[in-house]
C-alpha cells in the first residue's frame, strides 16, 4: 500500500513539474513574440527614416546637424536591435525619438517642406509607427512581468532553474522619454 502512495505520489509531482515547465516555455515564447512584434516594427521605422532625411535634404538650408542626429540614433537603434540589447535599445530609442521631435520642430521653419506631401506622408507614417511601438513595448514588458514573476515564484524557481529558465529585461526608454516636452527647447535652432 505504501509502495502505491508513493507511486502515486513520484506521478504528481511529475505531472506538475511538467505542467511548470510547459507553463515556463509559453511565457519565454510569449516575451519573444512580443520582442519580434517590436522589431518588425522598428525595421518598419528604420526603413522609412532614410526617406524622411532624403526629403529634408532637399531642402539646402535645412539643419543638418538635426539630420546628423537622427542618422546617428537610427544606427544606434539598428545596432541593439540587432544585438537584441534591450537596455541599450532603450537609450537609444531615446535619442532617436528626441532627434525625431527636434527634425519635425525645425521643419516648422520650412513652410516648404511643411506643405510637401511626401514630407507629411512620412511625419505621419513615422508617427503612427511611434504609436504602436509605444503599445507594443507595454505588451513587450507586461510579457517581461509574467516571465519574470513565475521565474521567482516557488515553485516555479525550482524548474526555471534546473532547465535555465532566466529574467529577461524591460524595455525602458530614457527618462527624457517620460518626462513633460520642452517646446521652446525644440524651436532653438
Known amino acids: 500500500m505504501a509502495g502505491w502512495i508513493a507511486a502515486g505520489f513520484l506521478v504528481f509531482v511529475l505531472i506538475y513539474g511538467v505542467m511548470l ?13 512580443a520582442w519580434a512584434n517590436i522589431d518588425v516594427l ?17 531642402y ?11 542618422i ?24 532617436l525619438r528626441a532627434g525625431l521631435g527636434q527634425l519635425f520642430a525645425v521643419a516648422e521653419a520650412y513652410p516648404e517642406l511643411r506643405t510637401s506631401e511626401h514630407f507629411m506622408q ?3 507614417r513615422i508617427s503612427g509607427l511611434e504609436n504602436t511601438i509605444a503599445d507594443r513595448r507595454e505588451l513587450y514588458n507586461e510579457a517581461v ?28 526608454f530614457a527618462a527624457t522619454e517620460k518626462a513633460d516636452v520642452d517646446m521652446q527647447a525644440l524651436f532653438r535652432s
Do not use: W
Open 122 to 124: 512620412l511625419q505621419n
Open 21 to 33: 515547465y510547459n507553463g515556463l516555455v509559453s511565457l519565454k515564447h510569449g516575451v519573444a513574440r
Open 42 to 58: 522598428l525595421r518598419q521605422r528604420h526603413d522609412e527614416l532614410p526617406k524622411l532625411v532624403e526629403v529634408c535634404k532637399q
Open 145 to 172: 512581468n509574467l516571465n519574470n514573476v513565475r521565474v521567482e515564484q516557488f515553485p516555479d524557481a525550482l524548474i526555471a532553474r534546473l532547465f535555465g529558465f532566466d529574467l529577461k529585461p524591460m524595455l525602458e
Open 60 to 70: 539646402q538650408q535645412f539643419e543638418q546637424a538635426t539630420l546628423e542626429r537622427v
Open 72 to 95: 546617428s540614433a537610427r544606427a544606434g537603434v539598428a545596432s541593439a536591435r540587432a544585438s537584441q540589447d534591450i537596455p541599450a535599445l532603450g537609450a537609444a530609442e531615446g535619442a
